[in-house]
Nanobody, 129 residues
Framework: QVQLVESGGGLVQTGDSLRLSCVAS????????MAWFRQAPGKEREFVGA????????YYADSVKGRFTISRDNAKNTGYLQMNSLKPEDTAVYFC??????????????????????WGQGTQVTVSS
């Protein structure tokens, strides 16, 4: 089991950018697929995006496609969420999550709806208008 710690959240203005990081410790991070979720006040947690263990496959929610980019550096046991052109509706607590998954190619499609069993504590992102 890995442990996850997010960082990089903050208060920004509409149109700004932020990069969130998710550092993994414990078992080999490279064996895990990773995802980002967010939860706004009074709303359910929603999927933002996911990346396969190799980094070769990525998936995004329609609401962030073209603005957010997920990446990872397995040598540093770190995943990233680059957020550009931020909007007030992006305001939420952002969580990274992981699951042990060695999918490849089209087999990674399941990452969009898979259950993730390891979660970080979350980091707040607030976008002012």
């Amino acid at each position: 089991q890995v442990q996850l710690v997010e960082s990089g959240g903050g208060l920004v203005q509409t149109g700004d950018s932020l990069r969130l990081s998710c550092v993994a410790s414990g078992r080999a991070f490279s064996n895990y697929a990773m995802a980002w979720f967010r939860q706004a006040p009074g709303k359910e947690r929603e999927f933002v995006g996911a990346i396969s263990w190799t980094g070769g496959s990525t998936y995004y929610a329609d609401s962030v496609k073209g603005r957010f980019t997920i990446s990872r550096d397995n040598a540093k046991n770190t995943g990233y969420l680059q957020m550009n052109s931020l909007k007030p509706e992006d305001t939420a607590v952002y969580f990274c999550a992981a699951r042990r998954d060695s999918c490849s190619g089209f087999g990674c499609d399941r990452l969009k709806t898979a259950q993730y069993d390891t979660w970080g504590q979350g980091t707040q992102v607030t976008v002012s208008s």
